[in-house]
């Protein structure tokens, strides 16, 4: 047993950065996250609330 747990630490341990997909997977993230970012702050309510906030802070 801790001959196994020892092979599989000194093979997780080796691993330090993401591989491939690991990095498509966490594009797609990122660009999908920023798509509903944009729709959401491209809304008629957002913007109006945004504009209400910059006129406030303008007077």
């Given amino acids: ?3 196994l747990l020892r092979r599989l630490h000194t093979r997780l ?3 330090a950065g993401m ?3 690991e990095y498509a997977v966490g594009t797609l993230a990122a660009v999908a996250f920023a ?3 944009l729709k959401v702050l491209t809304s008629g309510n957002v913007q ?3 504009t209400a906030v910059i006129d406030r802070a303008l007077k």
């Fill in 13 to 15: 341990r080796g691993d």
């Fill in 48 to 50: 109006s609330a945004l």
């Fill in 19 to 21: 591989n491939t997909a």
């Fill in 1 to 3: 047993m801790r001959k």
């Fill in 35 to 37: 798509g509903i970012l």
